[in-house]
């Protein structure tokens, strides 16, 4: 029974009841009903997931290794069943959408990297064939997978896949059903993702939500929805900032950093972090509104795609390759990374800066309580996509 406003401010739900004028519920408060039930789940992040990374951070530190992977970033293909304004992936790898990657090629690249954190990601992973094999031996082999979907296929993976403390869903959501449906160019999506999130965690799975800024994202429209992902249980909210890597032909729609910086101090105002789950860690909120300056680290989060490791990093390809040691080199990050490639200019991405706020506070006990505090509080994460 939903309508379209003409306020274009929202959808709305009109009640109508005999002999009682039309009642029109705001349109937050009607997804707050519908998906966010009274019982909802309280959501636990396992503490293995914090033991497992810092001994991880540890055993390389010992080795003195100078660049290593936190994050497997894995796609398994790059086709997918929407065509996002903003998606990079379907346009850069048009000519290779009907590829994809053998079970065995995943796991081979999943043991090159050797992180301990795996995010499955695209294109659309829930269109894999294999993806309910890929992520049981992934979880068997505990490894922390989280698997990036844009939520319209979720449901029917829930049979196929066990919840497990070492599987999360992240879901795509850029705002709410307004905003979120013109994000991704079709209607009915957000409502079909939240279904599908809510049934997920009614039955015991771990879930998250990815929301990426971009020009004109709107901080109450996410103040909405971070309250409806938090009420409802998700674990997590992680924010990144959407850039012009070059890649996609409407640049009018990407932040720069300045832009950015703007509006994340409206996102994340001190009292809405308070308020929300957020997942990423509070040094990285800290970054994003501007407060924190970092150098990229985005060898920390290797990307496999059909082609090969994306080189040098996941928003940029200038080239890949078979050889994941390739990324690791000084020759490469010479020339990418902040002041280096203009490209990087107004970049954000929680691939490239979420680890270097982690490997900072490896020098700085201020910033590791910090951080620490935020994992223990269940307020803070890894960001994982
Ligand atoms: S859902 Fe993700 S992969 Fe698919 S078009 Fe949108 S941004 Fe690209
Ligand atoms: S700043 Fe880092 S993550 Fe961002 S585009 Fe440049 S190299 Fe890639």
């Not at 790059?78 to 990079?88: D, I, R, S």
């Not at 995010?119 to 922390?144: D, Q």
């Not at 403390?165 to 959501?173: E, R, S, T």
């Amino acid at each position: 029974m939903g309508e379209r406003s003409s306020g274009g401010i929202g959808w709305r739900k009109t009640v109508a009841v005999v002999g009682v004028p039309t009642v029109k519920l705001n349109s937050a408060e009607a997804a707050l009903r519908e998906f966010a039930p009274a019982n909802a789940p309280k959501p636990k992040r396992p503490a293995e997931l914090g033991i497992r990374l810092f001994a991880y951070l540890l055993k390389n530190k010992l080795r003195w290794r100078k660049r290593f992977p936190l994050v497997t970033m894995l796609e398994p293909l790059e086709a997918c069943n929407l065509t996002c304004e903003g998606c990079g992936r379907i346009r850069e790898y048009e000519p290779v959408l009907h590829r994809m990657l053998t079970l065995e090629e995943c796991l081979r690249a999943v043991e090159a990297s050797g992180a301990p954190i795996i995010s499955v990601a695209g294109g659309e992973p829930t269109m894999y064939p294999h993806l309910p094999a890929l992520l049981n031996e992934l979880v068997r082999r505990k490894y922390f997978v989280y698997c990036c979907t844009n939520g319209i296929l979720l449901e029917r993976l829930l049979s196929k896949v066990p919840p497990s403390k070492y599987l999360c869903w992240v879901v795509h959501l850029d705002g709410m059903e307004e905003r979120h449906d013109a994000s991704v160019s079709r209607r009915g999506v957000f409502r079909t993702a939240m279904k599908a999130a809510k049934k997920a965690l009614e039955q015991g799975y771990r879930v998250c939500s990815n929301t990426t800024l971009f020009k004109g994202s709107d901080p109450e429209d996410l103040h909405q929805l971070f309250a409806l992902v938090t009420r409802m249980g998700f674990e997590g909210i992680m924010v990144t900032g959407g850039f012009d890597y070059g890649t996609v032909p409407n640049s009018e729609v990407f932040l720069t950093r300045q832009e950015s910086i703007q509006v994340f101090q409206k996102v994340l105002a001190d009292d809405e972090v308070r308020q929300f789950r957020f997942y990423n860690n509070p040094l990285y909120l800290d970054f994003l509104r501007g407060r924190r300056h970092y150098q990229c680290t985005a060898y920390s989060n290797p990307t496999y795609t059909i082609l090969g490791w994306r080189k040098p990093c996941y928003p940029l390809a200038d080239g890949h390759t078979q050889d994941i040691q390739e990324l690791f080199q000084d020759e490469v990050w010479q020339r990418y990374g902040l002041g280096k490639d203009p490209r990087c200019a107004n970049c954000t991405m929680h691939c490239g800066f979420e680890s270097s706020t982690i490997y900072g506070a490896l020098r700085n006990p201020l910033d590791m309580v910090r951080m620490a505090h935020g994992v223990v509080a269940k307020k803070s994460g890894v960001g994982a996509s």
